[in-house]
């Protein structure tokens, strides 16, 4: 499992790290506040367990550069969808009139591994790998984005 943070690109060096934490940190409010409160759905409940495995075994973080505060919010809006399995947040900084800076997801490896990523570039077909239509266009979404620096 690997934590991905799609990060605006109007966010550079370690301000991109530390929207990246904000953004974690929202995932785990997201899923641990309901679970408190007694309701948890059962969606809610898988994800809050990958996120958990995530943080025990995982804890690799990419950040990527995917564009500006419009491009974030549709990638949150994207990721919203009930077809979407896997744990998400978005962060909006408040000091920057809050803009969204980081939509972060914990995906499996067969997410990032060398051929979903040939699958996201439309180098391969996807017919072998199993994968949902969410996935795949989660798999070209993620295809054209740069690591954040």
């Not at 962060?91 to 939509?103: K, Q, Y």
Request: glycine share 6%; aromatic share 10%.
């Amino acid at each position: 499992m690997r934590a991905y943070f799609f990060i605006n690109y109007y966010v550079g060096g370690i301000r991109a790290g530390i929207q990246a934490a904000h953004a974690m940190d929202q995932m785990w409010l997201q899923l641990v506040d309901p679970l408190r409160q007694g309701s948890l759905p059962p969606l809610e409940r898988s994800r809050l367990e990958m996120l958990c495995e995530f943080s025990r075994n995982h804890k690799t973080f990419i950040l990527l550069h995917a564009g500006d505060h419009e491009d974030l919010n549709d990638l949150a809006n994207f990721l919203a969808l009930s077809e979407n399995p896997y744990p998400w947040a978005k962060f909006s900084e408040p000091g920057l009139n809050d803009a969204i800076t980081s939509v972060a997801i914990v995906i499996p490896e067969r997410l990032y591994d060398e051929a979903s990523t040939d699958v996201g570039r439309g180098l391969v077909g996807s017919e072998a790998r199993g994968y949902s239509a969410w996935e795949l266009e989660f798999l070209k979404r993620r295809a054209v984005c740069v690591l954040a620096q």
